[in-house]
């Protein structure tokens, strides 16, 4: 892409899948003026904007302004803001949206959203027409490091979170990191989240540099490209190598298990629990839970709940607003978690930072003792 000198050259992370399907992910700011030249560039007429209405009103005519300039046909799907949209309901609400603009094979459909937005509209896109080709262009933190990345997409279920879903690749990511600046502090530590994840997962060195490095990225530094791209490469490479979660890209749920249980026992209400806290908790949980095995430091699992904290997010069960049920109930939630195999729990564990593992048949007893002691414990990190 040539740029002009407002627009400056952006960080680009490819991802080398093969038959044709790798793409690019674009980062930089104020890549949602140029997004229409990129997507022009992949040989499409027309492309379908799919957002909520909370990100329509902040960037949905600007980039609907880029696709004319570039002589791209648009219209627009809006779903309401949270995670309840991303649903059944929610589902059939942009597949219908998509139909009635009439949007064919040929044509994008363009996430522009959270992740959120990227896994339903994402969804929709992998099923219309048996699969339409679609754009990413994510506007939180959280998904500009994670989401947006990888090709995962998918709705949740009354009995779990994600549980509906398919692989689709995007064409190509634009993760325009100047729609930051507008997120809520809240948003911004949720998806912090997720960044220091990387670091825990495989990478001591950059959980290191998060903990000297965080506050840039809040504040809008050089630090927030960096984050977003090394983020990004990582993802990449660990997608390429295990595309459909058949082996090591399970690492990157590292949190999760206890995330996802979290959020359902909320009942998806933002109000009182987001994904990126759901994550924080279950992370800070994920390290304790080594430690209690005798896998971990506890030094190691004290140093990760106190980075999370000052970071701002939750690191204790009992951060969760109105509560979060007992262990039995955690449990229950936890059972419909998509890497149960044979009714056996997989854990993502930690023999310390970076170090982190695929732990299959974890003794639910061990499980249940482990988060008993949790909902008892002193609150503070």
């Not at 960080?11 to 674009?26: E, K, M, N, S």
């Not at 499409?44 to 005519?61: M, S, W």
């Not at 950059?206 to 983020?231: K, L, Q």
Request: with cysteine; charged share 20%; hydrophobic share 45%.
């Amino acid at each position: 892409m040539t740029e002009s000198s407002t627009h400056p050259v952006p960080l680009t992370v490819h991802v080398p899948l093969d038959a044709g399907r790798a793409y690019d992910i674009l980062i930089g700011r104020e890549l949602i003026e140029t997004a229409g030249a990129q997507m022009a560039a992949l040989g499409a007429r027309r492309a379908a904007i799919v957002t909520d209405e909370n990100v329509a009103a902040l960037y949905g005519d600007r980039l609907r302004e880029s696709l004319e300039r570039a002589g791209l046909g648009s219209g627009v799907v809006t779903v309401a803001p949270g995670e309840g949209s991303k649903s059944y309901a929610g589902y059939a609400q942009v597949c219908d949206g998509l139909l009635a603009l009439k949007v064919e094979r040929g044509d994008l459909v363009v996430a522009l959203g959270g992740g959120v937005v990227g896994d339903l509209a994402g969804f929709a896109a992998a099923t219309l027409r048996r699969g339409v080709r679609f754009v990413q262009v994510p506007t939180s933190l959280l998904a500009q490091v994670d989401s947006s990345v990888g090709g995962k997409t998918g709705i949740n279920a009354p009995l779990g979170k994600n549980l509906i879903g398919a692989f689709h690749q995007p064409r190509l990511v634009l993760a325009d990191t100047a729609a930051l600046d507008t997120l809520s502090e809240r948003e911004m530590r949720a998806g912090y989240a997720e960044v220091a994840k990387y670091g825990l997962i495989a990478d001591a060195g950059f959980f290191d540099w998060c903990e000297s490095n965080w506050r840039g990225i809040f504040s809008g530094g050089p630090e927030r490209e960096e984050a977003v791209a090394a983020c990004c490469r990582a993802k990449a490479a660990v997608v390429t190598r295990d595309e459909r979660e058949d082996g090591e890209r399970a690492l990157l749920n590292l949190g999760h298990t206890f995330g996802h249980a979290l959020e359902r026992l909320t009942g998806y209400d933002s109000a009182r629990l987001v994904h990126g806290e759901g994550v924080a908790i279950g992370t800070a949980l994920a390290f304790r839970f080594s430690a209690r095995l005798g896998l971990c430091p506890g030094q190691d699992a004290g140093r990760v709940a106190n980075h999370l904290a000052l970071a701002g997010l939750p690191t204790r069960l009992q951060a969760v607003p109105g509560g979060c049920g007992d262990a039995d109930a955690l449990l229950d939630a936890m059972a419909q978690d998509k890497k149960v195999r044979d009714g056996a729990l997989t854990f993502i564990l930690a023999r310390g930072i970076g170090q982190s593992f695929i732990a299959p048949g974890i003794d639910r007893a061990e499980v249940r003792a482990f988060l008993q002691g949790e909902l008892a414990a002193d609150p503070r990190p």
